[in-house]
């Protein structure tokens, strides 16, 4: 199926690694070019060579930090103009989860590093679309796609559940306001999902239990397991990037203002 995204242009924010990386690769498989940036310039450039390599897309890597407006209006800016245009924006620029300090329960909260989780994930989301939207009004055509997470939906999370949930406040307001100019707006929640840190993260749990990383991640997702889901196996980012990349397609024009869940099926709650 042809997705109609061959010469079109996108930023992609946190896309030096996990899922923000596996989008990046996945839209240039598809003929968009790209700047893609986030805070580590270093890590950005390996980034960058891997998808030229295998791609041959332009790949444009830019150092930004989303909570300073004056870098993201200029980084923005520049990188529309680099690449002749802007058609797609991806947010997802921060760590799942939120900081250990911020999560709860709520008598040990450290504000600063709430704040600090907020100004990072929904107020970097909200400084990236507000820079990147003239842009897209330009071309009469435009996706905005943030990367939101399933815990928006769960209580017990402080920070990452209460940042997700007003992501998805976000998406449908920036949907609602720009539909007319040709722009959708969409979020996506993962669950669990294999990116670079899984398996430090899965040896380091096994560690502690005298079980492999393999039997862990085995028991985690046997069927009816607490942490698994009905597929019975971890969703890949590269399957994140799949559903980002129909969302930024021109086949998606139905679809906006929406939330996808991307996790294999977790629980049995009915969202209707």
């Not at 996108?10 to 839209?27: E, F, H, N, P, Q």
């Not at 830019?62 to 923005?76: G, I, N, P, S």
């Not at 002749?84 to 799942?96: C, D, R, T």
């Not at 976000?170 to 840190?197: A, D, W, Y």
Request: with cysteine.
């Amino acid at each position: 199926m042809d997705l109609g995204l061959q010469g079109k242009k996108a930023i992609v924010a946190g896309a030096s690694r996990g899922i923000g990386k596996a989008i990046a690769i996945d839209l240039a498989r598809e003929g968009v070019d790209m700047a893609i940036v986030s805070r580590s310039q270093a890590d950005l450039d390996k980034t960058a060579q891997e998808i030229r390599d295998e791609t041959g897309r332009l790949i444009i890597p830019m150092a930004l930090d989303v909570t300073r407006r004056d870098q993201v209006d200029r980084v923005v800016a520049e990188a529309a103009g680099q690449l002749g245009g802007l058609h797609i924006l991806v947010n997802s620029a921060s760590l799942p989860g939120g900081s250990p300090t911020a999560t709860g329960p709520i008598d040990t909260v450290v504000d600063d590093d709430l704040i600090s989780d907020f100004n990072v994930k929904y107020v970097g989301a909200l400084r990236m679309s507000r820079a990147a939207i003239p842009f897209l009004k330009e071309q009469g055509w435009g996706r905005i796609i943030n990367i939101s997470g399933g815990n928006a939906r769960n209580a017990g999370n402080l920070s990452g559940g209460a940042r997700n949930v007003s992501m998805v406040h976000m998406t449908k307001t920036l949907s609602v306001q720009l539909g007319r100019f040709g722009i959708t707006c969409n979020c996506i929640h993962p669950g669990i999902t294999r990116t670079e840190r899984t398996p430090g993260m899965l040896a380091a749990r096994a560690e502690k239990l005298g079980m492999t990383p393999e039997e862990l991640e085995q028991q985690d997702f046997a069927p009816d397991a607490p942490r698994g889901n009905a597929i019975c196996r971890m969703v890949d980012a590269m399957e994140i990037a799949y559903v980002t990349t129909f969302l930024a397609s021109d086949r998606a024009w139905a679809i906006t203002g929406e939330v996808i869940t991307a996790n294999g099926g977790v629980g049995t709650s009915v969202y209707y």
